[in-house]
């Protein structure tokens, strides 16, 4: 195999993984959220503020992700 086979599947992996985790974190997230909401319905509010900004982060480990892979791409000639 090229490098450029390596750098291809560390992109894959990279992408992969990226995605994998964030996606079933937010998942349990909204999931819990939606439990507590319609246990509390008065910090309604409070709980959905929670919830955004930890997707929020949640999204920013996608994002650097999907920057590896992009770093990586970039290395195939």
Do not use: H, W, Y
């Not at 599947?9 to 349990?28: E, K, R, V, Y």
Request: with cysteine; proline share 3%; hydrophobic share 60%.
């Amino acid at each position: 195999m090229t490098n450029d086979a390596f750098f291809a599947i560390g992109a894959a992996i990279a992408i992969g993984f990226a995605t994998l985790g964030p996606g079933i974190g937010q998942g349990l997230a909204a999931g819990r959220a939606f439990e507590a909401i319609a246990r509390q319905p008065e910090a309604t509010g409070d709980i959905r503020t929670l919830l955004i900004l930890a997707l929020a982060f949640m999204e920013a480990l996608c994002i650097f992700g999907l920057l590896v892979a992009f770093m990586l791409f970039g290395k195939i000639s």
